[in-house]
């Protein structure tokens, strides 16, 4: 509920980033002594600028991994690609948060 309404609220790439054609985020989540999860998201004008991906946790509340700051500075510098590593913004007592291996692939429209 509140999640759809924080994507709501952060509204559309378009208006945000209209230098943007397509944003996609492939990353692969390790889960401790678990699974290995590959996904990919994609973003285009239509979408919701809204770049917080979920931990594979079940019981991780306020965990995630907030993608913002690293799209948001690669589009200020119109850089086409990153990628790195995050750990789930929850360091509470649940062992098996998840941490992911991201890469960012931007088009740009102009
Ligand atoms: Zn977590």
Request: proline share 4%; hydrophobic share 35%.
């Amino acid at each position: 509920m509140e999640k759809n309404q924080r994507r709501l609220d952060a509204g559309f790439m378009s208006k945000h980033f209209p230098e943007v054609a397509k944003i996609v985020i492939n990353m692969i989540y390790n889960q401790q002594g678990n699974r290995t999860v590959r996904r990919t998201l994609n973003f285009y004008p239509g979408s919701y600028a809204f770049f917080r991906v979920d931990c594979l946790s079940d019981d991780c509340v306020n965990g995630g991994f907030e993608m913002s700051g690293i799209i948001n500075s690669m589009i200020r510098n119109h850089s086409e690609t990153s990628n790195g590593e995050l750990g789930c913004d929850d360091s509470g007592p649940r062992p098996d948060h998840a941490n992911i291996v991201y890469e960012v692939a931007i088009q740009y429209a102009q």
